[in-house]
Structures are given as C-alpha cells and as structure tokens.
C-alpha cells in the first residue's frame, strides 16, 4: 500500500526559531498534499493544501507567511513554522490522495513542542 | 456545504458487547465516506471507506458500517468490542470535485470496560 511519512516525528524548539517538518510518499507520486495539525483531544484542522509546483492554499484564519509550505517535488511537501511560539506547539499531520483521491493517505504525524 | 456530525464525543462499552458509533453527514453530491481511527500517540489508520459500491461496507478489525442515504448516516458498528479498540474514531467525508479535501468529524473516543 502507499506509505507517507514525515519526519521528524517529534521535535522541541526554542520560542523565536524556525522548524522544518517533511512529508514524502514513498511509493508513489503526489501532486497534492495536505497539511493538518490537530490540537489535544480535538480532531483536526486542514491547514493548507500544498500543490507541487505552485503555491499552497491556505484555509482561512492560517498565516502563510508563518506556515511556510513549499511543494517541490512529486513525492516531497515541507511544511516550516517560523518564528515559532508556545502556541504553534501541536500535533502536524500531512496526507496525500491515491490514484482516484478516493482515499487518502496519512503520515505518522510530527509533534512540535516549542518551549 | 460538507458537514460531518459525530453524535458522541465519548462511547463507553463493556468488553464483548456491541460497539455503535454514530455519524451523520451532510453532502450536496455523491459523497465518499471514511472512518478513520487514532491510537494514543499514534497515525491515522483506514478503517473502511464507501465510495458508492455496496452500502454495507466491511474494514480491518472487525468494524463496518452502513451507508443509509435517506438518513444521511454511516454509522460504525462492531459486534463485540476488545480491549484493543480503545481509541479515538473520525468519521470523514469527502466529495466528488472537492479536490480530494476531506471534512473530519470532531472524534468519537472509545472506552472499553474490562
């Protein structure tokens, strides 16, 4: 079946810096891509929609300049949290469709903790 | 507009008795259903999905679920529950033209009782 998978799984950060989360389907290709987070006990949050070659969709109330997302390749997403503070501390998920986009894809999630 | 409904935030069950989670939906077109479960600090893991085939689907573990259009529902049902269920379930909704994005109930977390 298709994998996806982020890296890194987890990550602390100091207020103030910037991280870089990656997502990758492993076995097939994938023009679009989808970024979450999901907060404790909730369900999650589309964020953006990232699209390879150009630029990503952002879901109202998401800053882009702070998510920054950047679709580069047919098998790989990045998804940078800049200037990260306390508050963007959260569980990241990406996915990817299928063939079809019947179904989707997850990857394992990466969980930032930014002290 | 899509809009997802998970009617139990929290379902608590004995070990070997039936297991119901609820879930209704609201969809303009035909819409492609999926039930998604989360372990503890874990990935998001398929249980089934309905892509306008049979309307009595059939997962992993056990699960399935109905597709009943005239009362927009896909409930998720097991016969008897086992320990290992224990987790969060996340009916999803996804529509033909939507561009592949998916509209995710607000989580359903499952107990079992010894």
């Known amino acids: 079946g298709a994998v996806v998978s982020q890296h890194p799984s987890w990550v602390i950060c100091k207020s103030g810096t910037s991280v870089k989360i990656e997502c990758r389907s492993l076995d097939f290709q994938a023009t679009t891509m989808f970024w979450y987070r999901q907060f404790p006990k909730q369900s999650l949050m589309l964020m953006a929609t990232s699209n390879e070659g150009s630029k990503a969709t952002y879901e109202q109330g998401v800053e882009k300049d702070k998510f920054l997302i950047n679709h580069a390749s047919l098998t790989l997403s990045t998804l940078t949290v800049t200037s990260a503070h306390p508050e963007d501390s959260s569980f990241y998920i990406c996915?990817?469709?299928?063939?079809?986009?019947?179904?989707?894809?997850f990857g394992p999630g990466t969980r930032l903790t930014v002290t | 507009a899509q809009s997802v409904t998970q009617l139990d935030s929290h379902v608590s069950v004995s070990e070997g008795t039936p297991v119901l989670l609820r879930c209704n939906y609201s969809s303009s077109y035909s819409p492609s259903l999926f039930w998604y479960v989360q372990h503890p600090n874990k990935g998001l893991q398929l249980l089934l999905k309905?892509?306008?085939?049979a309307t009595l689907v059939k997962g992993i573990n056990g699960f399935e679920a109905e597709f009943k259009k005239s009362e927009t529902s896909f409930h998720l049902t097991k016969p008897s529950a086992h320990m290992s269920d224990a987790a969060e379930y996340f009916c999803?909704?996804?529509?033909?033209?939507?561009?592949?994005?998916?509209?995710w109930g607000a989580g359903t977390k499952l107990i079992i009782k010894p």
């Open positions: 309905y892509t306008s085939a």
């Open positions: 996915s990817a469709p299928g063939v079809g986009g019947y179904e989707q894809y």
């Open positions: 999803v909704v996804s529509e033909v033209g939507s561009n592949y994005q998916l509209i």
